[in-house]
């Protein structure tokens, strides 16, 4: 009786498991650019162009100084990306949006500076809103794209580079959450005209499965079988 309840059990749990998969809960692919001469401290480029959970995204940006203009130079292979001069440490971008029925999560991005922009940042989230935040990556090093010796060209709308750019942090603890914010944060102040250009970002996860009516009833078969032999 033992075996049978055990393999009962076994059986529930792959079927429920077979139904999860990985997928893209919210990327941004920098479709549309940033209106002309568009300056200030704060800025929102919009929400999510890609995955299962875009409604109520969204991709923005914080600077300490209002001289800061944002622009749309051409992305990693895509039409755009998001840039910004004038930094200041602290300054940063984020992204807004839910987890809500997705485990596993992880982001993935590609980001690039101009010879005087920021090139080093720290990359953090918050779960409760803003009101604290973790820290994911203590520093990481932002390529000059096209540098000599990076093995890297500058970025272009046909041509998406792999391997250079891109940062993926996998792990994160934050499955099934209302609503997260993952900050890019810069790490320096540096020039005025230097500029720091963000692409690609995309968050995945695993859905969570939901258990189908089969799998529900071989857990109960399962408990049915235990009382008996007790």
Not at 96 to 119: E, F
Request: aromatic residues 8%; without cysteine.
């Amino acid at each position: 009786m033992k075996s049978l309840s055990s393999l009962l059990i076994a059986s529930a749990v792959i079927a429920t498991a077979s139904a999860a998969s990985a997928d893209v809960i919210a990327g941004w692919s920098m479709p549309t650019a940033v209106v002309a001469a568009t300056t200030g401290t704060n800025y929102t480029y919009g929400a999510a162009d890609l995955g299962a959970l875009t409604s109520g995204t969204s991709l923005s940006g914080y600077h300490a100084l209002a001289a800061t203009t944002w622009s749309s130079p051409a992305g990693n292979g895509s039409t755009y990306s998001l840039s910004s001069n004038t930094w200041s440490t602290g300054d940063y971008y984020q992204v807004s949006m839910a987890t809500t029925g997705y485990s596993d999560i992880s982001v993935s991005w590609d980001q690039t500076r101009s010879s005087t922009g920021p090139a080093a940042f720290s990359l953090t989230m918050s779960t409760d809103g803003g009101a604290n935040f973790t820290t994911l990556l203590a520093s990481y090093n932002v390529v000059q794209a096209g540098l000599a010796g990076s093995g890297t060209s500058t970025w272009s709308t046909t041509t998406n580079q792999t391997g250079f750019t891109t940062t993926t942090v996998v792990g994160i603890s934050a499955a099934n959450k209302g609503n997260i914010l993952l900050r890019f944060n810069s790490l320096s102040t540096t020039a005025a005209a230097g500029t720091g250009r963000v692409d690609n970002i995309s968050v995945t996860g695993a859905v969570v499965p939901v258990p189908t009516p089969g799998a529900i009833a071989l857990v109960g078969l399962a408990g049915l079988v235990a009382r008996r032999r007790r």
